[in-house]
């Protein structure tokens, strides 16, 4: 395993030349409104009750539980883990601000409703005027997307910070897919590079899927080290973008919660002795649960939670913040699942969901 540093030449001789697309790019990102100031009294969970997704009915025709954002947040407020009151609803990511990642080009092709139907993979979404598409599906993506990119910050202030959404781990600069239609983990991470005066960033996706978007984006960046669990027999086959990957771990069809569970552990120990990161970014798919029809792997509820538990304690134990992501996994279980990780994190300490300035 090759040890990387933040060490990028391409990127410092291409900062140095005034008016180019580098600086275009440096200046939209310290422009951005998306950088909220944090109250104390609110905790770094990031949600809107515009996350959630509706077709107008054509939801069902996907195997998604495509309101699990919000059920996420009711089960931890219904059971008193969390105050409504101290979510941190974020803006919606402006074009400007997706410009920071996205072409112009890529952006323009959302305008085609077809072209989002197949992203989405919902077809009769293309038979739908692009005004509807625009407030029902893409609106609610560009919320979660400017989730993503506050949590970067919320983490390096508070340690860490969850967004209940984003991880659209498929979508590159200039392609979406699988459900995937804006590049929100790179966006976050060019972001905090300019912002936050971070220069090496580890992702460790766990969704069940391979994270090809931000593999491609950051193909020959060196200030960005990522490790990938995937199950190389589903979706998205992109053998280009697994040559980006350092550390590849192959989950097969079948694997069980105890076998996962130990690879973790082995990918975790070579990650820390490979890279040193000033942020992680994780993305905590849940379709690596038993039954999920997509992920085809079989970790049971808990190993959901002691799989968050290892991560959360791998960046807390080293003070690297942490952006945790919810990613894939859309069963009617999930949100349950994800609520009772997130409760689980916060009785082991790992996570405080207190206001900071007290109850009323
Ligand atoms: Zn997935």
């Known amino acids: 395993m090759e040890t990387l540093r933040g060490d990028s030449s391409k990127t410092t001789a291409a900062a140095a030349v005034p008016g180019n697309d580098e600086d275009i790019r440096r200046n939209r990102a310290l422009s951005s409104k998306l950088y909220l100031e944090l109250i104390p009294s609110k905790v770094p969970l990031i949600y809107s009750s515009s996350y959630d997704i509706a077709f107008m009915g054509m939801e069902k025709l996907h195997p998604f539980d495509s309101s699990k954002w ?41 305008k085609s409703s077809l072209n989002v139907s197949v992203i989405v993979e919902v077809p009769p979404v293309a038979l739908l005027p692009n005004c509807l598409v625009e407030k029902h599906v893409l609106s609610p993506f560009r919320k979660q997307v400017g989730g993503t990119i506050l949590a970067a910050k919320l983490a390096k202030e508070r340690g860490w910070a969850i967004n209940v959404g984003g991880g659209f781990h498929h979508c590159s600069a200039d392609k979406g897919g699988g459900f995937c239609a804006y590049a929100d983990i ?38 960005v080290y990522i490790l990938d ?53 994780y993305n905590a798919g849940t379709d690596i649960l038993d039954g999920d029809p997509l992920g085809r792997l079989k970790i049971s509820p808990d190993g959901i939670s002691i799989r968050d538990e290892k991560v959360f304690r791998f960046a807390r134990e080293r003070n690297i913040p942490l952006v ?3 990613s894939g996994g859309y069963m009617k279980s999930s949100a349950r699942v994800i609520a009772d990780s997130i409760i689980n994190l916060s009785q082991k300490s790992l996570i405080n969901m207190e206001s900071t300035t007290g109850k009323i």
């Open 324 to 326: 945790m992501l919810t």
């Open 186 to 223: 790179s966006l976050c991470i060019q972001f905090a590079f300019i912002r936050l005066n971070i220069s090496r960033v580890m992702i460790i996706d766990l969704d069940a899927h391979q994270g090809n978007g931000h593999e491609k984006d950051f193909s020959s960046d060196r200030r």
């Open 229 to 281: 669990m995937y199950n190389p027999g589903i979706y998205p086959f992109d053998y280009e973008a697994r040559r980006y990957i350092n550390q590849k771990v192959e989950v097969a069809s079948g694997t069980t919660t105890n076998e996962y569970l130990a690879k973790l552990d082995q990918a975790l120990e070579v990650a820390a002795g490979s890279f040193d990161p000033e942020l992680i970014l």
């Open 70 to 110: 919000g059920r996420i947040c009711r089960f931890l407020v219904a059971e008193g883990f969390l105050d409504k009151k101290n979510i941190v609803e974020p803006l919606e990511a402006a074009k400007d601000d997706l410009l920071v990642v996205h072409s112009e080009s890529y952006l323009n092709s959302l």
